[in-house]
């Protein structure tokens, strides 16, 4: 597993993700999925927080701890990580 490979299994680790999809940002770990797009289906997660769901699928685990601190889209993410290395990226 990542974590096991990376010796970091026994820390709570800082969670930032991308969700790709059109959702109704309510804050900044608080996401409701709209609709699917991009030929995605799974019922049951429209309406529904993404981040809450991505909590509860970490909980269930019982072997990681993860802290999710923040939900963006992926334009969103792509910029940051831009202006991450290059300090002019507007």
């Known amino acids: 597993m990542f974590m096991s490979q990376r010796k970091v299994i026994q820390y709570r680790i800082p ?13 900044l770990t608080s996401a409701r999925l709209t609709q699917w797009t991009k030929g995605f289906k799974c019922s049951g997660v429209e309406g529904e927080d993404v981040v809450q769901l991505l909590r509860e699928a970490i909980d269930k685990r019982h072997d990681i701890d993860v802290d999710v601190m923040a939900v963006v889209n992926d334009t969103t993410g792509t910029l940051m990580s831009c202006a991450l290395k290059n ?4």
Do not use: I, M
């Open 87 to 90: 300090r002019e990226c507007r």
């Open 15 to 27: 969670l930032g993700f991308t969700f790709s999809f059109p959702c109704k940002q309510e804050g």
